[in-house]
């Protein structure tokens, strides 16, 4: 099989699963829609130019298509997010990405007063090592080096940063 026909028969199927992968895109990694076409028109071009190389074509390939078209969309997140530092970012991490709304962003640190959430932190919070993460939550230090100053476990201090994570976007 020439790489034309194979070229035709991806073609095909990526034409045939547009209206799914759109949805996808939407409604899954709530892409706007000029985000969405983007990433969906660049796994085209892959899919048609080395895709149909890499792939049988001659067998069902539609998760092949699939999985092009997520991992696309993971790429145009990860390249297109802000970073943000601090106490209200996600679980996991010592930062996290807000969206890219091309707007002002509103950060929270400037809707909660955060001297105010820092005094609720330390009252609720009276164990040794969350004592420790407390002291060094403000100097943007991550959290191996955190382990190393304090000679706390990194999961326990981990697990302590986690807890106030969630009491602070409880609050």
Same mark, same amino acid.
């Given at each position: #099989?020439?790489?034309?026909?194979? +070229? ?7 034409? @045939?699963?547009?209206?799914? #992968?759109?949805?996808? $895109? $939407? &409604?899954?990694?709530?892409? /706007?829609?000029? !985000?969405? *076409?983007?990433?969906?028109? *660049? /796994? ?5 130019? &080395?895709?149909?190389?890499? =792939? %049988? ?7 092949? =298509? ?9 790429? @145009? ?9 601090? =106490?209200? /970012? ?5 930062? +996290?990405? $807000? &969206?890219? !709304?091309?707007? %002002?962003?509103? @950060? =929270? *640190? ?27 939550? !403000?100097? /943007?230090?991550? #959290?191996?080096?955190?382990? *190393? ?5 990194? @999961?326990?201090?981990?697990? +302590? $940063? ?10």
């Amino acid at each position: #099989m020439t790489h034309q026909q194979r +070229a035709e028969k991806v073609g095909e199927r990526l034409v @045939h699963l547009r209206g799914l #992968m759109m949805h996808i $895109l $939407l &409604k899954d990694f709530r892409l /706007s829609l000029a !985000d969405a *076409e983007d990433v969906y028109s *660049e /796994s085209c071009i892959y899919m048609l130019e &080395k895709g149909c190389l890499l =792939i %049988d074509v001659d067998k069902d390939f539609d998760v092949a =298509i699939k999985t092009t078209v997520k991992r696309r969309a993971l790429n @145009h997140i990860r390249d297109n997010r802000r970073m943000q530092v601090g =106490i209200f /970012s996600h679980e996991g991490e010592d930062y +996290a990405y $807000l &969206k890219d !709304d091309r707007a %002002d962003p509103v @950060h =929270i *640190e400037q809707a909660i007063d955060r001297e105010k959430v820092m005094s609720l932190l330390k009252l609720w919070f009276i164990l040794p090592s969350e004592q420790a993460v407390l002291t060094h939550l !403000d100097k /943007s230090i991550n #959290m191996r080096h955190m382990s *190393e100053l304090t000679g706390y476990n990194l @999961h326990t201090l981990t697990g +302590a $940063l986690r807890r106030m994570r969630q009491f602070a976007r409880d609050l």
